[in-house]
């Protein structure tokens, strides 16, 4: 049996002084079972807790970390920055540097504006939306999550599904109600949502992969239809790809799909593991931010030195192996075809991005069928995984990621822990 006396003593200390002991909820583990593990460094694909406990890591920060941990040239690029001054809270020449690199990657992305975190993107890219349409609804999918937007936390995915937290306290109703939650996938509802209101729409945005009920690819056609309404009734597509972008593709979602969004947010691997989020389209939009135009928005360290100089590494050294996304999906494959012999799941994977959920049978397309998964059954085998040496999304609501540091072993040894987590 591993022993987690310290992460223990550390948890406890916390709790006194942190809400739940964890600066994020997903940290919590509440829903396999466990306290939470402290962890205290990472090498490539692996990861060491607090006791000196080794992991094969398939959490990467929730997905950064496309490289793995420490990456030399990523951690070089960061340091060397970091001694060059923190932050000048004026521009730097690495921020444009920056901003050219996404605009090559993702074409629909002609102007972008850096932030400091995912949900600082979303909710720029919100209010962009409603000030170009002077419309106020959103439609959103119900299991997807934005970051802790007031108006995107409405039937919200990660930590709030996982936890099951109901409801939205602390926003006001009249901002839940502009806030319309649809069912993923469901090109009816979404017909009918066009048809009842499609002259109030701002928006609609969506992770065109969802990650955060697990991961959930669109059906076929189905982004192709939101283009199109969006389109015809005059309201903008934001595609959230904080999580797929640079991730299913150097170009991310939009270019595995084939499908250009108004807007796009960005996060995780552009920051390179350090805080860094984007949004960005078209030039004419995104001329409307402050100080081009009359849409606020800022932030003290928005494009800080080192953050922008991990993200900067990160994308070059995805541009420059493209055989990476390759490799990746050649491994993820193995792992997920391990897993599903292994275990009783249902695998869903689009290139590096997975999650097995613990129900057979029936496809899972959208909340309703990922909330039908064992979630007692997922605890067990996360625990045992634990044990094992892997370390995973402590959800059954999220998505797992591979890195561009597994190896084979690491696979295998994977596949091994599951094989006795299943108590074969
Ligand atoms: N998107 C991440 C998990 N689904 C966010 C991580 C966090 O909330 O800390």
């Known amino acids: 049996m591993k022993n987690f006396t310290r992460s223990q003593e550390i948890y406890r200390r916390a709790l006194a002084r942190i809400p739940g002991g964890v ?3 997903v940290r919590a583990f509440k829903s396999v079972g466990m306290d939470p593990l402290v962890m205290a460094r990472g090498a490539g694909a692996h990861l060491w807790d607090a006791d000196g406990n080794e992991y094969v890591d398939y959490v990467l920060s929730w997905g950064p970390l496309i490289l793995g941990h420490a990456h030399p040239e990523v951690v070089e690029a960061a340091t060397k920055a970091l001694a060059a ?3 000048f809270g004026a521009s730097t020449e690495r921020e444009m540097l920056l901003a050219e690199m996404i605009h090559d990657a993702l074409p629909s992305v002609e102007k972008v504006r850096l932030v400091s975190s995912g949900t600082e993107a979303t909710m720029s890219a919100l209010r962009l939306a409603r000030a170009a349409t002077g419309r106020s609804l959103v439609v959103k ?12 936390l409405v039937k919200a995915g990660s930590g709030v599904a996982t936890l099951g937290i109901p409801g939205t306290p602390g926003i006001p109703p009249e901002v839940a109600g502009q806030t319309l939650a649809l069912p993923f996938n469901d090109a ?8 009842a209101h499609g002259d109030r729409i701002a928006c609609v945005i969506v992770e065109p992969v969802v990650g955060n009920m697990g991961c959930v690819p669109p059906l076929p056609g189905y982004l192709q239809l939101m283009r199109d309404l969006t389109a015809r009734h005059g309201a903008l597509l934001i595609f959230d790809e904080v999580m797929t972008g640079f991730r299913l593709a150097y170009g991310g979602a939009q270019k595995l799909f084939g499908i250009k969004p108004d807007l796009t947010t960005l996060g995780k691997i552009i920051g390179g593991g350090l805080p860094v ?3 960005g389209g078209a030039a004419e939009l995104m001329s409307q931010i402050a100080p081009e135009g009359p849409v606020y928005q800022a932030g003290t360290l928005s494009g800080n030195p080192a953050a922008v100089a991990a993200g900067l ?3 070059g050294i995805l541009k420059r192996d493209p055989a990476i996304y390759d490799r990746l999906e050649a491994r993820a494959a193995k792992l997920c075809e391990g897993m599903a012999a292994a275990l009783p799941v249902t695998v869903n994977r689009v290139g590096s991005m997975f999650t097995f959920f613990f129900q057979r049978g029936s496809a899972i397309t959208g909340w309703d069928s990922a909330a039908r998964s064992d979630t007692t059954a997922f605890g067990r085998y996360y625990r045992g995984m634990i044990e094992g040496g892997v370390f995973l999304p402590p959800s059954q609501y999220e998505a797992a990621f591979l890195s ?6 690491d696979v295998e040894f994977t596949v091994d822990a599951a094989r006795h987590a299943a108590g074969e």
Do not use: I, K, M, Q
């Open 404 to 409: 561009a540091a597994h190896t084979d072993a």
């Open 23 to 25: 600066n994020s909820p």
């Open 277 to 279: 989020g984007a949004y």
């Open 141 to 152: 999918f119900e299991g997807c999550y934005h970051g802790h937007v007031d108006a995107l």
């Open 188 to 195: 009816d509802a979404l017909r009918a949502c066009f048809d």
């Open 85 to 87: 001054g923190s932050s």
């Open 313 to 315: 590494a990160t994308l």
